[in-house]
């Protein structure tokens, strides 16, 4: 391949790479949307999990693994000075019995549209971590 | 030839500037580069020259040189002829954050004559044309675009940034809506406390993040503070107003004035400018907006908004070479209460605005 080809080539990947970028600055509220990740007790035993969030003006509500066994959010708190986010939910573990989960976390990468979501996982009596990225 | 809006120690940028100056360059530092020019790039939006510089060690970089936008540098008698391949050039300028060998000129003086070819200095805005009223159709209302048979559009506003109008003083800030102190941020708007934080944050980041400098379109308020200008086209056999923009990527916006009425469905793609509907009341022209996605800032300074962002703008014309202003905000996600503000534009008779596309020199300006 000729160098002006090859220099073509890359401008276009790096235009490519801006329309990309475009469209992935952060707006809006920063915890609405979706978000994919998982939690777990060992960087070996992993549960994904799904998280849809919404910004009322007032209150962020949301769900956890959108479909027929989803979980309605009871509290989702963001403190925008820390950029620290609590999560509550009564869920069910894997055997039917209630499980209350707590999470905490903290966004990071907050500029971008997949920002970042990590911290500590509660389930029961089961304590682990979580990391999520917004879809 | 640049216009320059100061507020406070340090905080200078080119008012015209669309690549978010502060956020490229380092206006507290200075390069004094010395070298032939091996390339110019006179395209939009930033013309540059490029400068072999020898360093102590007798090793040659190639410098970018950015000396502005080419039609304000032809508006202040610069050509494209003014400096060629090999005239060997002194620059006095700003250099770009980071390592890149990259520089704002502030002065270039051309060495075999001594010539300084370019200043960067303040100058004065246009004065403004005679007063006359303000053109009217023959039904007797206000005409927004040029009077009949004469050319103009709108260009440049009294105003850096939407703050909330007060009476309280001046907030200072630079031509991109950078704050001089952070802490004004309350007095900006009535932010709740997620928008004062995203607010700051992005003020912090020195606007990097801004999607106007990576040309993706100003909807709201915005498209009124924008370099280049812009130009409304009344078809009123058609029930709307266009608005073309002269800056960003000269698009355009469509004002609906046949009666219909304000909103969108729920269900409507959310734009960047938004579904506008609008009325005159007697001289002012009213306009509602809703239906804005949030992939947009709406004012310079990085203000945040939601989907439910809901515009109220008040156009009005008190003479021929003014247009008034005023954009009510209502988006009670991210403010604590609806608020106001606005500026006045002026009028540039007998001119068109002139081609001017955002990423036209992209390879200089992006992937250097």
């Known amino acids: ?135 | 030839m640049f216009k320059l809006v100061a507020f406070g120690l340090g905080l200078l940028a080119p008012a015209w500037a669309q690549d978010g100056f502060s956020a490229t360059y380092d206006n507290t530092r200075q390069v004094k580069l010395k070298g032939p020019i091996t390339r110019i790039d006179w395209v939009n939006p930033h013309a540059y020259v490029f400068v072999n510089v020898m360093d102590a060690n007798k090793t040659i970089a190639n410098w970018a040189v950015q000396i502005g936008n080419p039609l304000d540098l032809e508006r202040g008698g610069w050509k494209r002829s003014t400096v060629k391949i090999g005239d060997v050039v002194s620059v006095d300028g700003y250099p770009a954050r980071g390592d890149a060998l990259q520089a704002f000129a502030k002065s270039v003086v051309l060495a075999r004559t001594g010539a300084k070819v370019f200043t960067m200095a303040a100058t004065k805005r246009t004065a403004a044309p005679a007063a006359a009223p303000a053109p009217r159709w023959p039904d007797g209302q206000i005409r927004l675009g040029p009077p009949p048979g004469k050319k103009g559009y709108w260009g440049a506003a009294s105003a850096n940034a939407l703050v909330e109008r007060t009476s309280g003083a001046p907030i200072p800030m630079n031509s991109e809506g950078l704050l001089t102190n952070i802490s004004d941020a309350d007095r900006v708007a009535p932010m709740q406390p997620w928008a004062k934080a995203i607010y700051e944050y992005r003020q912090r980041r020195l606007l990097q993040d801004d999607p106007f400098t990576r040309c993706l379109p100003p909807g709201g308020p915005r498209q009124f503070q924008t370099p280049h200008g812009f130009q409304f086209v009344e078809q009123r056999e058609l029930g709307r107003i266009l608005v073309l923009l002269g800056g960003g990527d000269r698009n355009w916006r469509v004002i609906y004035t046949d009666g219909r009425p304000a909103g969108q469905g729920d269900d409507a793609v959310l734009t960047y400018y938004g579904t506008s509907v609008g009325k005159w009341e007697k001289d002012t022209l009213v306009v509602d907006v809703t239906g804005f996605n949030e992939r947009f800032w709406f004012a310079n300074g990085g203000l945040p908004h939601t989907e439910a962002l809901h515009l109220t703008e008040r156009f009005s014309r008190p003479d021929l070479n003014t247009l008034k202003y005023e954009v009510t905000v209502d988006d009670p996600r991210t403010y604590t209460r609806p608020w106001t503000g606005g500026w006045n534009i002026q009028w540039v008779p007998d001119q068109d605005i002139q081609e001017y596309f955002c990423e036209e020199n992209a390879e200089t300006t992006f992937v250097r």
Not at chain 1, 10 to 27: C, E, M, N, R, S
Not at chain 1, 43 to 53: C, D, E, F, I
Not at chain 1, 112 to 134: C, I
């Open chain 1, 1 to 135: 391949m000729r160098s002006v080809e090859l220099r073509q080539l890359f401008l276009g990947a790096a235009l490519v790479y801006l329309a990309v970028a475009i469209g992935f600055a952060q707006q809006g509220h920063p915890l609405t949307g979706t978000w994919s990740g998982d939690w777990g007790a060992t960087p070996a035993q992993r549960n994904q999990v799904t998280l849809v969030l919404s910004w009322d003006g007032k209150q962020v509500s949301g769900i956890m693994n959108p479909g027929p066994d989803s979980v309605q959010l009871s509290s989702v708190y963001l403190d925008p000075t820390t950029w620290t986010v609590r999560i509550e939910a009564d869920a069910k573990d894997g055997s039917g019995k209630p499980a209350h989960i707590s999470a905490e976390g903290r966004l990071d990468d907050i500029s971008s549209y997949h920002r970042k979501l990590s911290g500590t996982w509660k389930q029961g009596t089961t304590n682990g971590d979580f990391k999520l990225t917004r879809d």
